[in-house]
Structures are given as C-alpha cells and as structure tokens.
C-alpha cells in the first residue's frame, strides 16, 4: 500500500487547520474562565475546549484549505513568471 508524497501544501494545510483550533480553543477557555466558577485551566475545561477547537477547525477546513491552494497557486505563479522573465534576461 503506497501512501501520496507529502507536500508543502498538505503541511500548510495542516498547520492553518491546527492553529485555528489551537485560538478557539483559547478562547473557549478564556470564555469559560472569565464567565463561570470553573477554572480554565481544569482537566475538564481544557478537554471540552479542546473538542470545540477541533470541531471548529475541521467544520473551517474546506474554507481553510480553499485558502492555502489559492495563495499557493498566488506563489507558484509569481515564482514561474520570476524565473521566465529571468531566463529571458540571460539570453539576451
């Protein structure tokens, strides 16, 4: 069974849908810390915060995803039309 290569794109992917889990769940936290008797920084808090974030980050990946393709093509593109203008130097 071979697996796809990982790119530079699925990392980004990656680390976009992990941080915005990461500040929901801070923020929940703050939220719940600020607003109830529980402490924030509880086993119990931190679980639930932690099940909010990561349910908000998979219900965002599709817009999150959309994000990172559309500024890795923004890139790729930039770089191709670098490289074609940089050739087109050297061979005049």
């Known amino acids: 069974m071979e697996s796809e290569p990982l ?24 939220t719940v810390g600020d607003y109830t008797r529980f ?14 974030g990561y349910v908000v980050a998979r219900k965002l990946e599709p817009a999150t995803d959309a994000m990172v393709d559309k500024t ?7 770089r191709n039309k670098f490289r074609s203008r940089k050739n087109t130097e050297k061979k005049d």
Not at 72 to 78: G, S
Request: no cysteine.
């Open 7 to 30: 790119t530079t794109r699925d990392v980004a992917k990656w680390l976009l849908n992990a941080a915005v889990a990461m500040k929901t769940s801070q923020l929940a936290a703050d």
């Open 39 to 52: 402490d924030k920084e509880s086993l119990a808090i931190r679980l639930g915060t932690g099940a909010i």
């Open 72 to 78: 890795a093509d923004f890139i790729v593109e930039k």
